[in-house]
């Protein structure tokens, strides 16, 4: 599965420490090379410093479906430790992969075994202490 957004990503110091560890933990995690990929890219900013509108762990974003014109939320979660299997809303399956790192804006051609889905990041709320 592919995806495209936005080429600059933007991501919080400590999120990259928590995904590092988790990569260095279980190298097997499902779109582990997509993560590493984003954090070698990635401007990594502090909390002071980070923009309220760009996907993080632990954020909420409404995307909208463009094709069926349907909204839905997913939210940016890391596994369970122990976890075997991942929740819908993982930032280790691909769309949560994908979502890593969108700004409020963007836009996602995500392609999958039935198609490419085109979605568009309507909002999304950021956990409390990355607006301080």
């Given at each position: ?10 991501m919080l110091k400590e ?118």
């Amino acid at each position: 599965m592919k995806q495209e957004q936005n080429d600059t990503i933007i991501m919080l110091k400590e999120d990259v420490a928590v995904l590092n560890s988790l990569l260095e933990k279980n190298s097997q995690l499902p779109e582990a090379e997509i993560i590493r990929e984003k954090i070698a890219k990635a401007t990594i900013l502090d909390n002071y410093n980070f923009p309220r509108d760009v996907a993080r762990l632990n954020t909420v974003l409404t995307i909208r479906d463009k094709v069926v014109r349907q909204n839905f939320q997913y939210a940016l979660t890391v596994p369970e430790p122990g976890a075997t299997t991942y929740s819908s809303d993982s930032i280790f399956r691909p769309l949560g992969a994908a979502l890593l790192g969108m700004r409020t804006g963007d836009e996602l051609a995500f392609s999958t075994q039935k198609g490419t889905r085109y979605f568009f990041v309507m909002e999304m709320e950021n956990p409390v202490e990355s607006i301080y």
